[in-house]
């Protein structure tokens, strides 16, 4: 077995990759592999934090049409829904997991404390963290940055849709250009939408690294924790 470069990470996980070819909801062929991977780092003896989006739940900040803290606290509510989703998938695996929610939610989830998480970890269990940040006006982006920071994760693994992070939509421009690594003074300075500027500004202040890597091959969730090169590193300034 191959040894493993990050011993804690957390994983940014978005609500539209749950959702597989669908526009919303959880598509549990999609969710299988995921969770079989973050198994496979679990039994490899990675500590693995999660953080869902809600994208394919709920996006009521962008239509404008209501007021963004409710807006925002629907959002909560729609990552805790993934989160159960997840931590059953993952149960049905054979994994210990607990789900921590940032709104006290006690009939449904631990509420969030920052040392029982890290007696969690200590004992193998996979812990996922639903709500975001408990406030509205921050991404789960900042969510994960956030537990990152408390829970001392070696790094933030965000799987996205992209193999990296371009210098351009390549979904858009054919000629969009891939960057292997990254600091976060060039995430700033060149506006590149990876994450929120609070985001990368928590990484940046925090020296939290970021691997941005394409989630349609679940396995590489496993590969970017054994340190293998795939997708973008973003790294602090020497």
């Known amino acids: 077995m191959s040894e493993i470069k990050y011993k804690r990470v957390l994983l940014k996980l978005s609500g539209e990759a749950l959702a597989g070819s669908r526009s919303n909801g959880l598509d549990y062929t999609v969710i299988q592999p995921i969770c079989k991977a973050i198994a496979k780092c679990a039994d490899a003896g990675v ?19 209501m007021d963004r803290t409710r807006a925002d606290h629907i959002g909560m509510l729609a990552t805790t829904m993934n989160a159960l989703a997840v931590a059953d998938v993952l149960e049905s695996l054979g994994m210990d997991v607990r789900v921590q929610t940032a709104i006290s939610m006690p009939q449904v989830a631990e509420p969030y404390i920052r040392n029982k998480a890290m007696r ?15 406030n509205p006006f921050f991404s789960t982006d900042t969510a994960s940055t956030l537990r990152a920071a408390e829970i001392e994760a070696d790094i933030v693994l965000k799987a996205t849709m992209v193999d990296g992070i371009y210098d351009k939509d390549p979904n858009k421009y054919p000629d969009a250009v891939k960057f292997d690594h990254l600091t976060f003074n060039d995430i700033l300075v060149k506006d590149l939408q990876v994450m929120d500027s609070t985001a990368a500004s928590m990484c940046k202040d925090n020296k939290l690294p970021i691997l941005v890597f394409d989630l349609s ?16 590193l973003v790294e602090p300034e020497e």
């Open 217 to 232: 091959d679940p396995e590489n969730i496993y590969r970017a924790c054994m340190g293998e090169k795939i997708g973008t």
């Open 47 to 65: 500590q693995v934090g999660i953080v869902v989006g809600g994208g394919n739940f709920w996006r009521g900040r962008s239509s404008g049409a």
């Open 120 to 134: 969690h970890f200590e004992k193998g269990r996979v812990v996922i963290f639903g709500c975001g940040t408990g």
